[in-house]
């Protein structure tokens, strides 16, 4: 009973973080930008939301503080894969270990390791609040609930949307988009843009509202784990959700185990995740279904001249 | 001509330099001593190399002497090693590292610079220059855990561990062992977390625990997180590395602290004063040699039950008490040690079993 009520409770913790990085990367990798950067993003949210929360005090500051800071930081990312066209799978990596040393030399030097803040008040869903087992789903932040709206928004923004539409035009096929006079590098550019203040919000959130404090590298492989989920997902913003509840469930229940002595080897329990995911894309290629959900021209630079 | 007797002398002395140095049994500095240090992380991590960097505060005060140091070396040889040969070029002959993974690059390191002595934190490795350091964490974490037994309403403690390592188990079970003492039915639900600075994974399994009924957290990873997460629950805690009571003043009970000054202060006047021998088998350092000690009490602790904290420190301190001192057997039944014996050290580093009390995974 404790065990359900305390587990089904946390789940939100870990889902929303994964959840949003995972829609930030689809937003991106629609254009046909391939996005390995988020981890390396998701720290510079986590480290500017302490840094703008310690300073001003307010939280909603520290989030749009966050977004911003990741978007500025993938400008660069934008110049290396969209101007010079550098490879995009080593453009990402680079991104992760700039960042990494970036945000833990600004935290560092500004002394914002283990500043305890306050975080956001839980807010309880009445009447759902009060439901037996999974009332405690409906007491969390206001960032929470948010997270299906952002979804909604957002799927409704790239599959209803004429700017939704160009933008996945030109992660299928750029020529053609070029052709029709949508410009293509200016379409990755708000997709990288966007998608790095969506990965920014979700290292924020692991900071500010989840963790309430920040060490160096304190994201620990999240971000790494929302690009599996994005192909785990085939680029469905909807399947990403439930592929971050899903992780969301698998996270929260680790401690619960252990927490109530149940003998399971932790060793198995650490490695759940990763197994399931490993079989979720094993199955989804050996199904031969949706494999042409992935951006045709995904992680190809553009290049007007060349026709192919 | 000249120039080969000049070099035929320079042999000469040379092979005279290291007769002497063979002849002497253990090492003498060259010069005056310098001392240099690598921390693993920034200087204000709020736990394991602030511990270090407050500890050569006062070693440059006791010793009168300037301590260099570099911060966030990174576990790796290409990192580790040109900033102890830049060290060391500057003139250092003492350099002091504060990381395990520092172990391999420090023992060929030491094998190159035969003058030069290492010392190193956690480390495993030792020569005729170099000694590796710990602290016997299960002696301050067994006061830790009487102060937790002492503040526990419901008897139910929960702990918050990194991996199951031979030196996380000693804490487990020594936390485990001084709990009873205090409250004989106290029970420690352990947590591994897998990581030793996932904040995230510790705030969630503090709250676990606390759900499951847990209401004193103790601790044996890197970040305050379980105190905090211990205060917002309105329940206690105890903290390790450092006071943890400068994070959650109204939870932190006890917390179990580093003072390597203690310890380096004596090993080096040992260095300074010449001829130094460091232990074969490296320093794992009681309370009395000065790795650990206790930040001790917070609040829910009586004075009658602090003074039974106190006592057992002094115990500690003058080698009466040994926290695995037999008659003693693990939860399956099987003597670890008896009567009248103690645990060795090797076994120790091994311990991979848990006293009664103690409820986990493994």
Not at chain 2, 117 to 122: D, Q, Y
Request: include cysteine; aromatic fraction near 10%.
């Amino acid at each position: 009973m404790d065990l359900i009520t305390s587990w089904i409770g946390n789940i939100p913790e870990f889902a929303v973080p994964f959840a949003l990085a995972a829609l930030g990367l689809i937003i991106t990798e629609k254009s046909g930008v391939l996005a390995l950067g988020a981890e390396g993003l998701m720290l510079v949210g986590a480290v500017a939301g302490i840094g703008a929360y310690l300073t001003f005090e307010q939280n909603a500051i520290a989030l749009i503080m966050a977004m911003m800071a990741a978007s500025v930081v993938s400008l660069l990312f934008a110049l290396m894969v969209l101007v010079m066209r550098i490879n995009q799978v080593i453009s990402g990596l680079v991104l992760v270990f700039f960042c990494q040393g970036l945000s833990t030399l600004v935290g560092t030097l500004m002394g914002w390791t283990n500043q305890p803040v306050p975080g956001l008040h839980a807010i309880a869903l009445w009447p759902l609040s009060e439901l037996p087992y999974v009332g405690r789903f409906f007491v969390q932040n206001i960032v929470v609930y948010l997270t299906p709206v952002i979804f909604l928004v957002t799927v409704w923004a790239l599959y209803r949307s004429t700017p939704g539409l160009r933008l996945r035009a030109v992660g299928e096929n750029p020529q053609a988009s070029d052709a029709a006079g949508i410009p293509v590098l200016g379409y990755r550019l708000a997709a990288i843009v966007v998608g790095a203040a969506l990965i920014g919000l979700a290292g924020a959130f692991i900071s500010v509202l989840s963790t309430k404090l920040w060490i160096a590298n304190m994201t620990g492989g999240r971000g790494w784990i929302a690009v599996a989920l994005v192909i785990f997902a085939r680029w469905s913003p909807w399947k990403a959700l439930a592929g971050a509840v899903l992780f969301g469930c698998i996270e929260a229940l680790i401690p619960q185990l252990a927490a109530s002595g149940i003998k399971l080897s932790q060793y198995f329990v650490f490695m759940a995740p990763y197994a399931i995911t490993l079989g979720v894309m094993i199955w989804v290629a050996a199904s031969k279904r949706d494999t042409s959900s992935q951006p045709a021209d995904l992680g190809t630079p553009f290049i007007r001249e060349e026709r192919t | 001509m000249r120039n080969l007797v000049l070099s035929a002398c320079l042999a000469l002395a040379s092979f005279f330099g290291l007769a002497n140095t063979a002849a002497a049994e253990g090492l003498t500095l060259d010069g005056p001593p310098k001392v240099a240090m690598l921390y693993i992380s920034p200087t204000n991590d709020g736990g394991w190399t602030q511990a270090f960097d407050e500890a050569r505060q006062r070693l440059e005060d006791e010793l009168d002497i300037r301590i260099r140091y570099v911060e966030s070396v990174p576990e790796s040889a290409s990192a580790i090693r040109p900033a102890v040969e830049r060290f060391i070029q500057r003139g250092a002959n003492i350099i002091i590292g504060t990381a395990f993974g520092y172990s391999d690059t420090f023992k060929s390191l030491s094998e190159e610079y035969p003058d030069v002595a290492f010392l190193n934190g956690s480390g495993t490795t030792n020569g005729p220059n170099l000694l590796s350091f710990y602290g016997r964490t299960y002696e301050s974490q067994y006061l830790c855990g009487m102060a937790a037994g002492a503040a526990s309403e419901t008897g139910k403690l929960g702990f918050v561990a990194a991996n199951p390592f031979g030196q996380v188990n000693w804490t487990i079970n020594a936390y485990a062992m001084g709990a009873r003492e205090m409250n004989p039915d106290a029970t420690v639900t352990v947590v591994y977390t897998g990581a030793w600075n996932d904040p995230t994974k510790e705030r969630s399994a503090t709250q676990a625990l606390i759900d499951q009924g847990a209401d004193v957290i103790g601790q044996h990873v890197d970040t305050p997180t379980p105190q905090l997460v211990a205060q917002e629950n309105g329940v206690y805690g105890t903290g390790h590395h450092r006071d943890f009571r400068e994070f959650a003043p109204e939870a932190t009970v006890c917390s179990s602290v580093w003072v390597w000054d203690r310890f380096l202060k004596a090993e080096l006047e040992k260095i300074i004063a010449g001829n130094w021998v460091p232990r074969e088998n490296g320093a794992l350092l009681s309370m009395e040699e000065g790795g650990t000690d206790i930040a001790c009490c917070g609040p829910n602790i009586s004075e009658d039950e602090e003074a039974r904290i106190m006592a057992a420190r002094e115990k500690l301190m003058n080698g009466e008490l040994d926290v695995y001192a037999g008659p003693l057997s693990d939860q399956d039944g099987n003597v670890r040690a008896a009567a009248g014996e103690s645990i060795p050290d090797g076994e120790l580093w091994q311990m991979d079993w848990f006293v009664d009390g103690v409820i986990t995974q493994q």
